[in-house]
């Protein structure tokens, strides 16, 4: 299995990935020039459309089971678009400063709600949450927190049956588990599920010694977890243990998060960022930013859609 240069327009800060089932578009984000973006598996064009602060996560959305555009967590709070360029309507405002604290790695669960984590800027204090956003039904939208003790939010996935939510806080090398009783949106039983080294003091990128903190991730139909190696280089495919089952060198020193698509769900696609990198790794890795692919044997699970 090798990857495929699936988008080669890059990104400056590639994030939450999705495909479109109903489309057969491949949507992500590029964090840091605001925008959204889409391509369709047919043709292959890119549309991009600039949003009014930076998009940390997106998620489809779905209305009385019909398509019905986009949800998405800005700096300020989360927005629902009705259609592609559409006018935002505020769902939820933040409850954060947006001027240390934004929006970041998030998606939707299986019954129809947002989840989006955060990202406190200065890095200096775990400051992060969870949020859980339930719409469903017409009812007004509620945003709630559903866990913290973090710097920078990611890695948000759940196990096939449901059962399980991992979360990551990436400067911490850290994945967390949690049993998740879906009905009543509840956590309990909080382990680690995989700890990374830390990054030692003088790295730069080009030595060895550092396999990179986890990013982003996905879950495929088997439960294993992959997650995107951010400075690692490589994409890892962790059990549902947290055993590591396999490695993935990637063609850019930054991946930053994976998702499944294709119509049979075993086309991996991964996202990747060039911003701030050092123009030496960007001459060695030239890609970075760009999305790439590559077929998998067991299929992901399909994306969940937020539903109002």
């Known amino acids: 299995m090798t990857w495929q240069p699936a988008i080669s327009q890059p990104s400056e800060l590639g994030e939450s990935p999705f495909w479109h089932p109903d489309e057969q578009r491949l949507y992500w984000v590029d964090i840091t020039t605001c925008q959204i973006c889409r391509t ?3 043709t292959g064009m890119v549309e991009r459309w600039t949003v009014p602060s930076e998009p940390g996560c997106i998620a489809p959305a ?9 949800v998405m967590a800005l700096r300020d709070g989360i927005y629902r678009a009705r259609q592609w360029g559409g006018e935002l309507a505020l769902l939820a405002p933040a ?8 929006f970041n790695d998030g998606k ?21 949450q969870l949020f859980s956003l ?5 009812r007004a939208p509620v945003l709630e927190a559903k866990a913290a003790d973090a710097t920078t939010a990611n890695g948000l996935a759940w196990s096939p049956d449901a059962a399980t939510l991992y979360w990551a806080d990436t400067p911490r090398h850290l ?19 995989r700890q990374w080294p830390v990054k030692p003091e003088g790295w730069q990128a080009g030595m060895s010694g550092y396999g990179g903190r986890p990013d982003g991730a996905a879950v495929d139909s088997e439960g294993n977890y992959y997650v995107a190696m951010y400075e690692g280089g490589r994409l890892l495919k962790l059990s549902p243990t947290g055993e590591l089952l396999a490695e993935f060198a990637v063609p850019a ?6 998702c499944f698509g294709g119509a049979d769900l075993k086309t991996l696609y991964l996202t990747t960022a060039r911003h701030g990198r050092p123009a ?24 969940n859609f937020f539903r109002d």
């Open 40 to 42: 369709d598996a047919a």
């Open 62 to 70: 779905r209305t009385g089971g019909q398509n019905s555009g986009l």
């Open 95 to 102: 409850q954060h400063d947006p001027a240390t604290l934004r």
């Open 108 to 128: 939707a669960d299986a019954l129809g709600r947002f989840w989006a984590g955060t990202i406190y800027e200065p890095r200096g204090a775990a400051r992060a």
């Open 134 to 138: 339930d719409g469903r039904g017409g």
């Open 175 to 193: 994945v967390r588990a949690w049993d998740w009783d879906a009905g009543s949106n509840t956590l309990s039983h909080e382990r680690v599920f």
């Open 253 to 258: 020193q930054c991946p930053t998060m994976p």
């Open 280 to 303: 030496a790794e960007l001459q060695a890795w030239p890609d970075s930013g760009c999305i790439f692919s590559m077929r998998v044997e067991v299929p992901g699970l399909p994306v």
